[in-house]
């Protein structure tokens, strides 16, 4: 019986370290890439995003860049940054969060109705959703590798 007990409780307390590094897989990482904002008709109007992590939260810069010739380590800055901040959903290697704008002059918005019958600005929140990989991160079919 002592015996028995003395397995549960060991085999409660890897268990529960083994969960407690998975959570903190991603906790003061960030992971860069690159992503078209579907707002713009150019597929020359791309965005270096950059995601990090730290506790459930996750902070979103993205800055507007021009590549060129179809090289992404040969881009330049078009002076445009947006932030976004969200709370991090995760099971296992899944991960999915909504970012809403943050100290964002100048970000996307949709115009709608309001409960009184007034327009106004509704801001765009960002959803991404995909998983953890041995490289990085693969959210909305985009990879962001850790920087």
């Known amino acids: 019986m ?12 890897i268990f529960t370290s083994c969960q407690n590094k ?8 960030s992971f860069s890439g690159f992503e078209e904002d579907v ?37 330049k800055l078009k002076g445009s940054n947006y932030q976004y901040k969200g709370l991090v959903k995760r099971e296992k290697t899944r991960i999915e969060f909504v970012a809403y704008p943050y100290k964002c002059k100048g970000c996307q918005h949709s115009i709608v109705m309001s409960k009184k019958d007034l327009w106004k600005k509704d801001l765009d929140n ?4 995909g998983f953890v990989t041995k490289n990085g991160l693969n959210l909305n079919g985009i990879n962001f590798k850790p920087e």
Do not use: A, C, H, M
């Open 2 to 13: 002592k015996k028995t007990i003395q397995i549960v409780i060991l085999s409660i307390l």
């Open 22 to 29: 998975n959570n903190d897989i991603l906790n003061g990482k």
């Open 39 to 75: 707002y713009f008709d150019s597929p020359k109007e791309i965005f270096q995003t950059t995601l990090t992590f730290k506790n459930d939260s996750v902070l979103v810069l993205k800055k507007l860049v021009r590549i060129i010739d179809k090289d992404t380590l040969n881009f």
């Open 126 to 129: 960002k959803t991404y959703r």
